[in-house]
């Protein structure tokens, strides 16, 4: 069955004197307009269409949603693809329908407004002529190495012959966003007017060119271009170049940034339709790896925990008790998502900083993305020393200090002054939310609202339901977080919940190391070689000594058959050595982020002796040792009921704490190693290192019967 | 669009309001926009009400010059508030009585029918009050503007002289009188035949008192502290600046301001000017009952009246206030609470003294009433203290009004304003 077209075609009456076709791209079942099978037979006959009319001078395509204009293929269907042959085919079908689009006698004219990402971006690209507008939700590029592919529908080949190898290279292998203007300078787009003009400007774009008052900009020649770019030396110390900065920054765990090299070195000196052509069976190599198989399929889980939570009534006005680092960017963040937030500060000095704190980050944003589209926020903004007017708010988000009896008057406080349909949530990062919540009246509205630090570029809230919070604070909590643009993962109470139960077994493996003998470098490199965004150390010092103490305090508490605290941190924490904030920790952090940071040699005396012999060991070998102890802990948490779905696990470890992307999460890595061996290599591990290692209960009956988490069922193991 | 309820007539209830404290020109807010701090107050007025931004229908600002620096300061105040964009918002301008007038407005609105929830703010900017270029530059920047070449644009400028480039602030004097509002105090005090002792006695107790209610904490809770960046520091501010310490003695000592030889009007026994905003959220009765919102007192009348600015401009009060009693039907000792502005402590003691005097009342068309004991007004201090900022300074008398009424209730509370220009404005409140 067809459906329903993702096109609508509109043609300028009849007795104009110059017509146009305005080819709008609007699917009426999906909020997203991408390009599936269908889809792509219906822009043939569009296509076609326009040609065939004789009046018509000319199109503009542009996109019927508010937000961006095409994503690129569709990923959901990628599941179904199993042959590489098949993913082939798929990226021809879409090159040779871009390229008709290219070889379109008639001007055809992109007008973009909203995101405007990989096959999107491309199908501008094979337009003649690209109108951006200046919105702040308008952003260009390419993320396809995000989930481990390239573009395949002639970006590579077309866009370095728009805007030369270098500023492409960029573009491609760091999948980084760029706005309208930047992309103006780069000649990535030729005109940027404002959302209102975009129709107008489209229009007397494809009017002029057609009359050829108007000529398709011409690519940018700048003279290093010419001196680097065009030749084949000057090329190869480009590629070679950019080779060297992919390796260092993905330790050759993803092949995807490499591989868009190979494509566009290798299709540079090439006629256009022969470099296209070499994206197709590079692409599908990639499409059917691992690597890439798993980080499409976190992105699938991830945005269905979003779409969850899509549909949930999000809260208007949102209160913060407490204005500290967390507090502050939490009102800031808030405001600017078009909620009303107000902090709540004990004393004049901390509420100036707070309101210091957000209006620094209004003032770069500002900076960013002009000061028209960050008044509103700041006017949604405010602090005050008491709780007046607190209880008209819909969701109240403690943020103090992480010290129980602390949080407890808090909490009796925000009890007693808000109405009972206001939604109470605790930011605590490990702190079991009944605990909180023991002398509370109405504990069942209140939930778990764990965010991760720094809040503006982590991904992930973690989202904890206590044993009587109800399913309306669980819901609101959730669209909360959608609101910020976060994903919400839904886990249950406990010490440390998910992510810092498991990051606290990260740490205190990585700490166990360390006294064993081997040194932070060779730690924080192991676990980074294994695909670890940033070793445990120097995370540690990014969440702060403090942090990580009270974490592993209460971990400790609860988990005491197989962890107990390293004196070494405490020691940390008193001589005030918490990282980042006090430029001290594992590492000494220079107030000048260029000087770069280095260890701090004085550290390793509060671990061990000082004639503690380092032991040699491979890379590899220390950093699978706590991706494994991290693993293992996210099972017993899926055995426990702290996660209700494997899924949920791979999602939040990879958001939360940085769990390899590559391996999709922890529970889809267990399954691609075999269940068995993991639990043989356990048990080694536990020889040698203790019972943090050894296999859950769950990981050996799921082995035992030869089963996975992919096809794991919470009844299952009621058994 | 809400539904609108029909009734004719209802009351106006004040649920809640704040001000910022009241700060010496050029001092802690000289980088605050009069529209910054007027947003500040509006949305914690909000707070202390418990009424949500979606709620409010209508803002009016009433300023005395900050207007001068936008076309419409009350839009700006409302969007830098963060309400919703839907809220209508305008500016009043009525010198000392910008608020009363502002209030005026929104008030009739309510009691009428046509609006349920309204925000009143008043503020100024004394430190950012808009300068005016002289005539003869404005004109050649004007024709400059327009010139077509090179040699008209200079051309434009032959006229200009060098002490045409000094900028001048808003005019003080009248232009009927010629004389500023200080000089008709001087007038004022000399043809009343008040001293200058009785005036720094006067001055001196509204110092004390001020001083005295701030540290019982009786001001505090409506004062909300107004957070101040500069590149390198934050701090909040919280302080009424103004208020201090004094004595007699060190009041006596002070220079006349206006007449050097024979006057009694000093800096030390009028009201100094001050930066500041203050606002009140005001609602129908019918609708703050249903929404559940506490009201701090209901209006029960209003009247503004004026006097030839060339006879006694301060006398204005006393016909207004006179008209509130007469709507209400009540006498003076029906008045538990009488707040009075001090633009000078000569105009207080002059309109006291007027209020009884038959021969006064005659002249301004009133009937005569009981001689009230100068004592019995502002007893928590007055403008001479607190300071003046034009058209923030009704919202303190209010707030602080209300409070009087709560803490100890009584009938009526009697509110009166003078401004230059010979207006005076009245209010009577009833507690809730």
Redesign the interface.
Known sequence: MMRPAMFRLEFDPPGARARLATIILDDPKRSVNALGPETMMQVDTILSTVRGEREIVGAVLISGKTDHFMAGGDLRRFGDITDRRDFEVLARRIQDLLRRVSAMEKPVVAAIHGVCLGGGLEAALACHYRIATDHPSTVLGFAEASVGLIPSGGGLARLPRLIGLRESISLVTEGRLIRARRAKRLGLVDEVVSPEALSMAAREAALALARGERTTSPPRRGLSRRLVEDNPVGRRVLFSAARREVRRKTHGLYPAPLVALDVMERGANKELSQAIALEGPAFAELAVSTTSRNLVALFLRRSDRRRAAAGLEAPGRVGVVGGGTVGAELAAITAEKGMEARVREVSEERLADALARIKRYFDERSRRVGEKYVYGARSRVSGGLGLAGFETMDLVIEAVPEHLELKRDVFEELDRTCRPETTLATNTSALPIESITRQVEHPERVVGLHVFVPLRRMPLVEIVRGPQTSQAAVDRASAYAYALGKTPVVVSDGPGFYTSRVLGFFFSAALEMMSEGHDIEAIDGGARAVGWPMGPFALIDSVGGAVALAVLQTLCGAFSDRLELNPGLEKMVVDGRVGRRTGRGFYVHPSAAREGRRVDETVYSRFRPSDARPRPASDQVLGERLTFVAAAEAVRCLDDGVLACPDDGDVAAVLGFGYPALRGGPFRHFDTIGLRACVDRLLALEDRFGPRFRPPALLRRLAREGETFAGWKRGDDAA | MRPRKTAPYRKVWVVSGMRTPFVRPGGAFSNVTASQLG??VV??A???G????EQVEQVVVGSAFSRGERTNLARDVA????LPGEVVAHTVCDACLSFHRAFADAALQIESGRTDVAVVVGVESVSQRPLSLGRPLARALADAGRAQSLKQRIDAFREVRPRDLVPAGPGWANLISGESLGESAERLAKDYGITRAEQDAFAFTSQVRALTAIEEGLIGDHV??V???DDSS???V?DDDLVRETSTDRLGRLRPSFDTIRGSVTVGNSAPLADGASAVLLASDAYAKAEGWKAQGALRALSFRAVDPGGQPLMAPVPAVAAVLDTLGVTIDDLGVWEMHEGFAAGVLANLRGLSDPEVCRRLGITARKRVDPGQVNQWGGSIAFGHPLGASGGRQILSLLRQLQRAPEPIGLLSSSAAGGQGAAFAFEPC
């Open positions: 947003a500040l949305r914690e909000l707070l202390a418990g009424a949500r931004p969007m830098g508030a963060g909300v502290g957070p101040i960046h934050a701090t909040v919280t």
